[in-house]
Structure formats: structure tokens, C-alpha cells
């Protein structure tokens, strides 16, 4: 429970302190916070520095409190792309301004991820990428193009180890895996 109210004050504090400058500082901040987020995501890699937990080294040990990069990643990640797709309105549709940069940097923070064996962040930056990619106006071939070309890569890294292919098949048939890997999803369901 005190790790969890630091952890709440600790977010209340960095939302006051959002608000407070606005988003045109937020938005000066996204460059910035995307280097320190790729910093942390190479740091947490170097043992000593990185924790292991349940096979992954994806923590930094504050003392108090454990910090993961990929989380603070996910902010970056959303304030970089908005900044830089605003910043490109008119040229978004071309391939080499509005596609292929942002895909890459994308890329590059989800490489980094999964090396943390972390595959749910990297599916979560990249429906991030793509809704984002999306609603500034990237043009929809790109887009369905990433997918075809990633979705075998996606599906290698979900049956290359048996936990994750486990967790995927629950979430395809929760009920027929309930008492295993679709648990949590079941008691979701039924809470629902």
C-alpha cells in the first residue's frame, strides 16, 4: 500500500506539474524526454543497473521504489510523435516525413523493449504508432503495409516462447484456458 500511494503521489505530482507549464513547454520537452527514455531503456539493460524479475531485466531500483523504463517510454513516445506530426501537417502524407521517421524511432524504443522481453509495451507502442500515424493523415497503405510486413515477426515472437503463445490461444479461447493463462481475462469477463 506505501508503495503504491508513492507511486500515485509521485504521478499526481508530475500531472500538477504538466499543467502548470502547459502544453506548448510540454511540447518543448518531447525531444528531450525521448533521449533520457532511450537512456533508460539502455540502462536498465547493463546488470547492476537493470533488476531481474520473473526472467526479465526490465526495473531500475530506486530504493523506495522500482522504476520501469518502458512505462516512462510510452509517455515519450506519444509526446514525440504528436509534437512531430504537428509540426508536419502539409507533408505528412509522404512517405520519408510522415511514415518512415517516426516507424523508425518507433522501432528503434521497441528493439530496446524487447530486449527487456517485454512484448506487451512493444504491441502497445505500436497500435500507438499506427492510431497516431492514422489521425495525423499518413496515408493507409503505409500503414497496412507495416502490418502485413511485421505480422509475421509478431507471430515468430509470440510462438517462439511457449508463455506468451500460452497467454495468446487464452485470449483467443479464455474459456477453454481458465484455469491456466486465461484467468485474469475470465474474472475480467465476468466482472464486466
Known sequence: LKRQLLAGGIGLGLLVLALKLGTRRVSALAY?????????????????IGRMAGGARRWIDLGILRFQPSEAAK???????ARSLSRKQERVQLFTIGFLPHALVTGLMAALVLAERDL??????????F??????????????????????????LVAS????????????????????AGFQLVESLLGI
Request: charged content about 10%; glycine content about 10%; hydrophobic content about 60%.
Open 75 to 81: 509517455v515519450a513516445l506519444v509526446l514525440y510523435l
Open 120 to 129: 506487451g509495451t512493444v504491441v502497445i507502442m505500436g497500435l500507438v504508432l
Open 161 to 180: 516462447t511457449p508463455s506468451r503463445l500460452q497467454r495468446f490461444l487464452a485470449y483467443l479461447d479464455p474459456w477453454g484456458h481458465r484455469d491456466g
Open 131 to 156: 492510431t497516431m500515424l492514422f489521425t495525423a493523415g499518413v496515408r493507409l497503405r503505409y500503414l497496412l503495409g507495416a502490418v502485413v510486413l511485421l505480422a509475421p515477426a509478431f507471430w515468430y
Open 32 to 48: 528531450p524526454l525521448l533521449g533520457v527514455a532511450f537512456v533508460l531503456l539502455l540502462l536498465v539493460l547493463i546488470p547492476g
